[in-house]
C-alpha cells in the first residue's frame, strides 16, 4: 500500500485551521436578501388567518409567504410525505415555521416576522405516546392512516415464547431511553439564488444534496435539470442535516419571488426546533438464556415518540429491532414497535439511526444475565459471538468480523480482570458490544441507478480531479477519495483535487448517511481510478517498453518495476495518455448486491458489511451528589481497514464523546405545554473539555472482502455500546442499574436511596 | 445612527461606520469579510465566535463594536503569518484536531491565548483554557494533545 493505512493532514484541514473554509453561512451575494421563517407560539394551533400586510408595507421588506404558497407535502421517504415548508391550516409544535420573510437585511427580517399577525386558535395538543394514542381524535399529522400512529412493526424470528419458557435465568425490565439533539456547532443556513433564465441554484448546509435536489424540484414544482444543489463544507451534521428542512424550501421560493439571492441561518434555537434528533424511546425487554449463558430469546415491546412529523420514522421504527442480533446469535427475537406523532418537533436520524436506544436495553440485560450466572460479562459475551461469514436469524449476512477482537483489546487495555467487581465501592467498569450498518442496501427511493458515482479526469497538467456527489460532513471524504486517487494512479497526493456535494458538477451519491460513504464512494472511486490507471499504463508502456505488469506507479511517476531507473513522471505520462487516447476521463460506480431478509422489512438493517464494536467504561460515582464521572472509555471497533487511521480514531473518539453526553447529561425535553425545556447550547449540556473521559480508540481490523481496501463503517457504529457500558459500570461501582437515560445526579440518588439508603 | 469607529484588527487599523448595537462578529463577519469567526449559537454559549481582544480570548458575539475601539483584535485570519502556519494551526493540521472546522477558528484562538501567557500548559490547564469551546465532533482528546504538540515546538522556536 502507497498511502492506504497512513495518516496525512486531511485535505480539507488546512483550510478550516486558517478560516478560510467557506460555509454556507459565509456565503455573500450581489443584492442578497436575508429571510426569516416566523414561528408557532402553540403546541397545538388552527391558524385562521394570517395577515402579511404590514410586514409587506415595512422598508427593505421585499416579500412575505405563507404556507399555501408552498403546497406540495414533503418528506425525505417517499412513502410518508408528510410536511410542509410552513404550516397549512394548523401549526403542529412550538416552533413550526407559519411564514417567511426576506428583507434587505437580518434585523429587518426581523422586525417583518414580528409585525406579521397571525390568528391563531389554539387547540389540545398530545405531547406524549401515551397521550397520543389515547386520543386519536385529536390528530397530530393529518397524512397519518390510524389516528396518530405513525408506524408499528411487529416482527418475530424463531421460537420466542419456547426459548423464553426453557430459559434457566430470565430478566425482564422497562428501559426508557431520552431524546437528544445532534447539536452541531454549525447552525442550518441556506442560499438561494434563481438566474433569469429561471435556474435555481441552492448552497445549503445538507448532508444529502441529492435528496435535495429531487425535494426542491417536486416542492417547487421545477423540473429536477433547473435545479443546482452544492453543499458547501458543512459544520457538522450527525443526522441533523439529512433531510429537506424549511429553511431550504422558503429561501427557494423567496428567491423566485424577488428575483434576488436570499440567505436563511437559523438562530440556535430553530436547530432544536427543526431537531430530527434521537426517538424518545419507551422500551420493555425481556431476555432469556441458559445457565451456560447462552442467550435463548429477547422478547421486546417499544413505543417511539416521533413528533410531529415522519421524518425517517418508518425505517427508525424497523431499525428499533433490526439490528438487536448481531453481534450475538441469537437464535430468536421478538419485537412490537409502535412510532407515534406527538405535538413536538420531529425526531429523526440521529448518528446510530434507531438501534443505540434497543442497544442500551439489551447490553444492559446481558449484564444482568450475566450477574444472575456468576460468570463475567465479557464471556457471557464471548460464548454468545455471532461468528465471521454467519446470517443472523433476521437474514443478515455478516461478512468479515473482529468482534472477539474488539473484545480481547478492551479487555487487555483497560486492565479489565483486575477491576470487573474488585474496584472499591464508588468505583466500577462495565462493557458493552455493539454492530453497525455500513450503508443501507437499498436507496430510499426505490430505483436500480448506481447508488454512488465517482468521475476521475486528469490532462495534461498532471492534476487529478476527483468527484462526486457525496457529502463531506467533516468525516473526512474529501481525504478517503483523494487517498484512493494516490493508490490507485502513484500521483502526489498536492495533485489531487476533489469536488463534492454538487448536483450539477458532479455524478449522484445519495448523501452522508447509514455509515455509507467510504464503502460505496470508496468502491466507486477505486473502480474510477483503476480504469483510469489503465489507460495511464497503457500510454506508460509505449514510451517504458517493458509489459504492462511491469509498470509501477507510484510516488508521482510512472515506473518499470525491474528497472525503478527507467520512468516518465507523472505529468509526462498523462501528456502521454492524453495524447494517445483522448481526453482523459474515468468513471465508477457502486450499486450494492442484492442482501437482506425475504420479508416486509427485510430490507432495513441490510449492509453489505457490518462493523463491529466493544467498550469498556470506567466510571467513579459520588453517592453523596449523585455525580458519575466516566473518566476513561476503552473503544474497540472493528473497521474492516483503516484507511486513514487518525481519521478512524476520530470518529471511534467523536461517537464515544456522542454516547457518553446522551449517558450522562443530554436531554432533548419539553414543557408540559409542549415548550422546549431550553432550545440554547447553555440550558442543553453538551459535554465541555471538562466533562469528557479519557478516550482510548483501538482499531480492530477485519478485512472486509467486498469494502474498499477491505474498509467498512466507523462513524457511526461506536457510539452504540457507550451508554450500556456506562450503565453497566454504574452497577459495578454502586450496585444500582439505571434504566432511564440521562445518569443524572437525581437519577442516581434516587436509585441509591431505593437500593436501600445508602 | 451610524458613526465611524476605528478597529484596529490584526495589526490593521479599519474605519467603519457601525451602529452602537452592533455586534463585533456581525462587523467583522458582514462589513470585513472575516468570515473565519463563526456563529455557532450568537447567544455566549459555544465559543464558536472566539477572537482575540489585547490578547484575551472573547466573545465576539457578545461583545458591542465600541467597546473594542482602540484594542488590539485578532481573528482566526490574523494567526498565520506571512502564509506559514502557526504552530497551533499545524499542530491541529497533522493530528485531526480538526474535523467539521466549525469550531476550529475559536479553538485555536483559546488555545492562542493559553499559550501566549503559558508556554508549558499542562494537559489540565489546556482543557481548562479550552472549555468555553464547544466541539461537536472531536471528544476533544486530538485538540487537547495538538494544543500541547503545538507548546512544545513553540518552546523550540524560542
Known amino acids: 500500500m502507497k498511502i492506504i493505512g497512513t495518516s496525512r493532514p486531511r485535505v480539507d484541514c488546512v483550510a478550516k485551521v486558517t478560516g478560510a473554509a467557506r460555509y454556507a453561512d459565509d456565503l455573500v451575494l450581489p443584492r442578497m436578501l436575508h429571510g426569516r421563517i416566523l414561528r408557532s407560539p402553540h403546541a397545538h394551533a388552527r391558524i385562521r388567518g394570517i395577515d402579511l400586510g404590514p410586514a409587506r408595507a415595512m422598508p427593505g421588506v421585499y416579500a412575505a409567504i405563507v404556507g399555501e404558497d408552498l403546497p406540495v407535502a414533503y418528506g425525505i421517504l417517499p412513502w410518508t410525505e408528510d410536511e410542509y415548508p410552513l404550516a397549512i391550516g394548523r401549526a403542529l409544535y412550538i416552533g413550526d415555521g407559519v411564514a417567511a420573510v426576506a428583507a434587505v437585511d437580518e434585523r429587518t427580517a426581523i422586525a417583518a416576522c414580528a409585525a406579521i399577525v397571525v390568528d391563531y386558535e389554539p387547540l389540545k395538543a398530545v405531547l406524549t405516546p401515551q397521550d397520543a394514542l389515547a386520543h386519536p381524535e385529536i390528530k397530530v399529522n393529518e397524512h397519518a392512516k390510524d389516528g396518530n400512529v405513525s408506524k408499528k412493526v411487529d416482527l418475530a424470528f424463531g421460537e420466542v415464547d419456547a426459548n423464553l419458557a426453557r430459559a434457566d435465568v430470565v430478566v425482564e425490565g422497562d428501559y426508557h431511553f431520552a431524546s437528544s439533539t445532534h447539536a452541531a456547532i454549525e447552525p442550518h443556513c441556506v442560499v438561494a439564488d434563481c438566474d433569469a433564465r429561471g435556474q435555481l441554484t441552492v448552497w445549503s448546509s445538507t448532508q444529502v444534496p441529492h435528496y435535495l435536489h429531487r425535494a426542491l424540484a417536486s416542492v417547487l414544482g421545477l423540473p429536477e435539470d433547473r435545479i443546482r444543489v452544492i453543499q458547501p463544507t458543512v459544520g457538522g451534521a450527525f443526522g441533523g442535516k439529512s433531510e429537506p428542512f424549511d429553511l431550504e424550501f422558503c429561501a427557494a421560493k423567496l428567491a423566485m419571488l424577488t428575483g434576488r439571492p436570499v440567505k436563511i441561518r437559523y438562530t440556535r434555537e430553530e436547530v432544536f426546533y427543526a431537531h430530527r434528533g434521537r426517538h424518545p424511546m419507551q422500551m420493555h425487554f425481556k431476555t432469556g438464556a441458559t445457565s451456560e449463558g447462552k442467550l435463548l430469546a429477547v422478547d421486546s415491546s417499544i413505543l417511539i415518540d416521533g413528533g410531529a412529523h415522519s421524518s425517517f420514522g418508518l425505517v427508525t421504527t424497523y431499525y428499533s429491532g433490526q439490528l438487536l442480533g448481531a453481534p450475538y446469535a441469537l437464535p430468536a427475537y421478538r419485537f412490537h414497535s409502535t412510532r407515534v406523532f406527538t405535538n413536538k418537533p420531529a425526531c429523526g436520524p440521529k448518528r446510530g439511526h434507531g438501534s443505540v436506544q434497543p442497544r442500551f436495553a439489551i447490553e444492559c440485560q446481558l449484564d444482568e444475565i450475566a450477574e444472575r450466572l456468576g460468570m463475567d460479562p465479557i464471556e457471557l459475551r464471548r460464548r454468545n459471538a455471532l461468528g465471521a461469514d454467519s446470517t443472523t436469524i433476521n437474514g443478515q449476512h455478516i461478512g468479515s468480523n473482529g468482534f472477539l477482537r474488539c473484545l480481547e483489546e478492551v479487555e487487555r487495555a483497560s486492565g479489565w480482570k483486575d477491576k470487573f467487581k474488585k474496584l472499591p465501592r464508588g468505583r466500577g467498569v462495565g462493557v458493552a458490544g455493539s454492530t453497525y450498518i455500513s450503508g443501507t442496501a437499498y436507496p430510499i427511493y426505490p430505483n436500480e441507478m448506481p447508488q454512488s458515482a465517482v468521475i476521475v479526469k486528469l490532462d495534461r497538467s498532471g492534476q487529478v480531479l476527483v468527484t462526486s456527489g457525496v457529502s463531506e460532513i467533516g468525516q473526512g471524504v474529501e481525504t478517503m477519495l483523494a487517498y484512493v486517487a494516490v493508490e490507485e494512479l502513484g500521483c502526489e497526493l498536492s495533485a489531487v483535487r476533489v469536488i463534492t456535494g454538487d448536483t450539477t458538477l458532479c455524478p449522484v451519491d445519495l448523501g452522508a448517511y447509514s455509515s455509507r460513504v467510504t464503502f460505496m464512494a470508496g468502491t466507486a472511486a477505486i473502480e474510477a481510478c483503476r480504469a483510469m490507471r489503465a489507460r495511464l499504463v497503457d500510454a506508460a508502456v509505449t514510451s517504458l517498453e517493458c509489459a504492462p505488469e511491469d509498470v509501477e506507479l507510484a510516488d508521482g511517476r510512472a515506473f518499470d518495476r525491474k528497472h525503478p531507473e527507467r520512468g516518465l513522471t507523472f505529468r509526462e505520462v498523462t501528456r502521454l495518455a492524453e495524447t494517445l487516447s483522448g481526453t482523459l476521463v474515468t468513471s465508477g460506480g457502486y450499486r450494492t448486491r442484492k442482501v437482506g431478509g425475504e420479508y416486509r422489512g427485510g430490507s432495513i438493517g441490510a449492509s453489505p458489511a457490518y462493523s463491529f464494536t466493544a467498550h469498556i467504561a470506567e466510571v467513579s460515582v459520588d453517592e453523596r451528589s449523585g455525580l458519575v464521572q466516566v473518566e476513561h472509555l476503552w473503544v474497540a471497533h472493528d473497521c474492516g481497514r483503516a484507511l486513514h487511521p487518525i481519521n478512524v480514531m476520530g470518529q471511534m473518539e467523536g461517537s464515544a464523546y456522542m454516547g457518553f453526553g446522551e449517558a450522562i447529561m443530554e436531554s432533548h425535553a419539553f414543557h408540559d405545554d409542549g415548550l422546549h425545556k431550553g432550545p440554547n447550547l447553555l440550558d442543553y449540556k453538551l459535554p465541555t473539555s471538562l466533562d469528557v473521559p479519557e478516550l482510548h480508540a483501538l482499531i480492530v481490523e477485519a478485512d472486509e472482502p467486498g469494502g474498499p481496501y477491505g474498509a467498512k463503517e466507523v462513524g457511526e457504529g461506536p457510539l452504540h455500546p457507550s451508554i450500556p457500558a456506562i450503565a453497566n459500570a454504574i452497577h459495578d461501582a454502586v450496585g444500582i442499574r439505571l434504566r432511564a437515560l440521562p445518569f443524572s445526579p437525581e437519577r442516581v440518588r434516587d436509585a441509591l436511596r431505593a437500593q436501600g439508603g445508602r | ?158
Do not use: W
Not at chain 2, 5 to 21: F, P, S
Not at chain 2, 64 to 75: D, P
Open chain 2, 1 to 158: 445612527m451610524k458613526r465611524l469607529c476605528t478597529l484596529t484588527i490584526n495589526g490593521e487599523a479599519r474605519t467603519l461606520a457601525v451602529e452602537d448595537t452592533d455586534t463585533l462578529v456581525e462587523v467583522l463577519r458582514e462589513q470585513l469579510g472575516l468570515t473565519g469567526t463563526k456563529v455557532g449559537c450568537d447567544e455566549g454559549d459555544c465559543g464558536a465566535c472566539t477572537v482575540l481582544i489585547d490578547g484575551k480570548p472573547t466573545l465576539s458575539c457578545l461583545t458591542l463594536v465600541g467597546a473594542v475601539e482602540g484594542r488590539a483584535i485578532v481573528t482566526i485570519e490574523g494567526v498565520a503569518e506571512q502564509g506559514k502556519l502557526h504552530p497551533l494551526q499545524q499542530a491541529f493540521d497533522e493530528h485531526g484536531a480538526a474535523q467539521c472546522g466549525f469550531c476550529t477558528p475559536g479553538m485555536i484562538l483559546s488555545a492562542k491565548a493559553l499559550l501566549d501567557e503559558n508556554a508549558h500548559p499542562s494537559d489540565d490547564e489546556i482543557k481548562h483554557a479550552l472549555s468555553g469551546n464547544l466541539c461537536r465532533c472531536t471528544g476533544y482528546g486530538r485538540i487537547v494533545e495538538a494544543v500541547g504538540i503545538a507548546a512544545k515546538r513553540l518552546t523550540v522556536v524560542r
